[in-house]
């Protein structure tokens, strides 16, 4: 049965921060099965084309900050403005998620960002 948009979302957002959380507990096997899934998930959405970039969007407001800038992360091309400043008030704090979205950022401006190519 396939997923709905919102649950591929919920998918994504769940995963991410799983991910965060094995990260810091220094389980990087649990993590890196984690970040296939929200790669998945990602993939899934994208094959939805800008319907399914449009439901990722909805996290740009989500209360855990590494979901929020893993949403902005993705979608930096369709939703640049959006993304950016997600990034950007991210970027401001101190520690592995902001320092994350500095290099996202810097990525972008760089010209060497491609996670969304299309």
Do not use: C
């Not at 396939?2 to 990260?23: D, R």
């Not at 399914?52 to 930096?76: E, I, S, W």
Request: proline share 3%.
């Amino acid at each position: 049965m396939a997923m709905t948009l919102s649950q591929l979302v919920e998918e994504f957002a769940e995963n991410v921060a799983a991910q965060k959380e094995a990260i810091w507990r220094g389980d990087a096997k649990t993590g890196n099965k984690h970040a296939n899934r929200y790669i998945a998930a990602f993939k899934k959405l994208r094959a939805h084309g800008d319907s399914g970039r449009d439901a990722l969007a909805q996290l740009f407001t989500h209360p855990r900050m590494d979901v929020r800038t893993a949403a902005a992360t993705y979608l930096l091309r369709y939703r640049t403005v959006e993304a950016k400043a997600v990034l950007e008030e991210a970027a401001k704090g101190e520690g592995l998620i902001p320092f994350e979205a500095q290099e996202a950022l810097k990525r972008w401006a760089e010209g060497a960002w491609s996670l969304d190519p299309e």
